[in-house]
């Protein structure tokens, strides 16, 4: 297993473009969740997803977007990249009763100029 | 709403030494708690959780930690230091019902080992 990866690992964007933050489970997990990590704030949830088809917002959504089409694959997308959103995004995913752990994926690091 | 505080955020110990690392939380009920941690430019891995019974809980690398219900506190201890330890920190909190779960963590605490 790979367990949670993501796509890319580095990305430099300039002001006002867009992109989109690949994650990847093969743990068949329902839920995925987007956390942003910045020095000195821990991790902050973005937005989450409870099974295929379904997103949620969590503490910091604004300027994001995203989608889960199929039950391995949850998509983070900028549509317009400002520099307060500088950062390293983390994915994580985990199966649904309340104990079980969240699996984090390795992270993509965000620069925008 | 629920909290997490980690007090300390940058700690140093010598190789050998005990450590402990604090994490209070405010939270209705009981929550579940993790302790994760993040070597640099990695992602978070699992140390241990609690969510029911023994209220010392042990996890991976030879740390434990302790839930105290009157102090709402679920401090991380290890009792002598590898210089692999050296990482950052997070403790966190989840809803004890079943739900989206999202978990709320601390600012995490910066561990420094001296040789």
């Known amino acids: 297993n790979a367990g949670v990866t993501q796509t890319p690992k580095f990305r430099v964007l300039k002001t006002g473009q867009s992109m989109t933050l690949l994650c990847a489970q093969d743990?068949?997990?329902?839920?995925m969740y987007w956390y942003r990590q910045d020095p000195g704030m821990g991790l902050r949830l973005i937005h989450y997803?409870?099974?295929?088809?379904?997103?949620a917002k969590g503490e910091v959504p604004d300027g994001y977007n995203v989608s889960r089409l199929k039950k391995q694959n949850f998509l983070l997308g900028l549509e317009s990249a400002a520099p307060s959103q500088t950062s390293v995004y983390f994915c994580?995913?985990?199966?649904?009763?309340?104990?079980?752990?969240?699996?984090f994926g390795p992270g993509t690091r965000l620069l925008v100029l | 709403a629920q909290s997490v505080t980690q007090p300390d955020i940058h700690i140093t110990v010598s190789e050998g030494a005990s450590l402990e690392l604090r994490c209070n939380y405010s939270?209705?009920?009981?929550?579940?708690l993790f302790w994760y941690v993040q070597s640099p430019g990695q992602g978070l891995q699992l140390l241990l959780k609690?969510?029911?019974?023994?209220?010392l809980v042990q996890g991976i690398k030879g740390f434990e930690a302790e839930f105290k219900r009157s102090q709402s506190s679920f401090n991380l201890r290890k009792p002598s230091v590898h210089w692999s330890d050296a990482a950052e920190y997070f403790c966190?909190?989840?809803?004890?019902?079943?739900?989206?779960?999202?978990?709320?963590f601390g600012k995490g605490t910066k561990l420094t080992v001296n040789p």
């Open positions: 743990m068949n997990h329902e839920y």
């Open positions: 966190a909190v989840g809803p004890p019902q079943g739900g989206s779960e999202k978990l709320v």
């Open positions: 997803s409870v099974g295929e088809g379904t997103t």
């Open positions: 939270y209705g009920a009981t929550p579940y």
């Open positions: 609690y969510f029911s019974g023994d209220t």
């Open positions: 994580a995913s985990r199966r649904t009763s309340g104990a079980e752990t969240q699996y």
